[in-house]
Nanobody, 128 residues
Framework: QVQLKESGGGSVQAGGSLRLSCEASDGYDSHIYCRGWFRQAPGKEREGVVGIYIGGDRADYVDSVKGRFTVSQDKSKNEIYLQMDSLKPEDSAVYYC????????????????????WGQGTQVTVSS
């Protein structure tokens, strides 16, 4: 089972930027079908922010971050990144990266049940 570790979280003012990184542990050799970023604010359910279907190189973003967040990946390093610009207070949450070894993730990139490996999360706080 892969171990994922997020980094890059922190506190910024509204309008600022952060770049999150997700690193996978060495030795991971399972086939990954999808990679994604999720977030969870206090008292709310964990929601999908962006998901990538590796096979089709397709990325889906939740409407609230479209035009502000950009996902990228380094397949050779098995890493995924999230550039977050024009941050808003409502973006404040714990952000998690997740990988899926289940092809079913390609049908719904935001469905948490298809993601098999999760990081511990990194806190993002945006002040107004």
């Amino acid at each position: 089972q892969v171990q994922l570790k997020e980094s890059g979280g922190g506190s910024v003012q509204a309008g600022g930027s952060l770049r999150l990184s997700c690193e996978a542990s060495d030795g991971y050799d399972s086939h990954i079908y999808c990679r994604g970023w999720f977030r969870q604010a206090p008292g709310k359910e964990r929601e999908g922010v962006v998901g990538i279907y590796i096979g089709g190189d397709r990325a889906d973003y939740v409407d609230s971050v479209k035009g502000r967040f950009t996902v990228s990946q380094d397949k050779s390093k098995n890493e995924i990144y999230l550039q977050m610009d024009s941050l808003k207070p409502e973006d404040s949450a714990v952000y998690y990266c997740a990988y899926s070894t289940d092809y079913s993730c390609s049908y719904d990139l935001f469905a948490r049940r298809w993601y098999t490996d999760w990081g511990q999360g990194t806190q993002v706080t945006v002040s107004s």
